[in-house]
């Protein structure tokens, strides 16, 4: 059983968020991200791509899917708060949400939006 972690103090969670990972708000104890995609198929992709990395981590958020939308929730309810694994996965989920390949890469890029993100 992994560790219980202990919970982090409201102000460093969002000072954190600010800085390590901007779109990404605390809201009523959770850690909340809502990703925009081009439609139905990346919605299920980008699910998919979350599932993976959770069980893979053995952490899971809370998932609620629409149509071009996924809304991500995290804390660790065994410390009955938000920890350093909810930041640890939350880096994840966004690195895998956001990638694309590097501009000059062999790899071209799909033309389409996918995953979209708001300018700062």
């Known amino acids: 059983m992994p560790e219980r972690l202990p919970v982090l103090p409201d102000a460093e969670i969002v000072e954190r968020l600010a800085r390590e990972l901007p779109g990404w708000t605390l809201d009523e104890g959770w850690l909340?991200?809502?990703?925009?995609?081009?439609g139905?198929?990346?919605t299920l992709m980008l699910v998919n791509a979350i599932g993976f990395?959770?069980?893979?981590?053995?952490?899971?958020?809370?998932?609620?899917?629409?149509?071009g939308k996924v809304y991500v929730r995290l804390k660790t309810h065994s410390s009955g708060g938000i920890t350093e694994r909810d930041f640890a996965l939350a880096k994840e989920i966004e690195k895998a949400a956001l990638w694309r390949p590097a501009p000059g890469s062999h790899l071209e890029g799909n033309p389409g939006k996918w995953v979209r993100v708001k300018p700062a």
Request: aromatic share 16%.
């Open 32 to 38: 909340r991200r809502k990703y925009n995609t081009d």
């Open 53 to 67: 990395l959770s069980e893979a981590a053995w952490h899971h958020p809370d998932l609620e899917v629409t149509w």
């Open 40 to 42: 139905w198929p990346t």
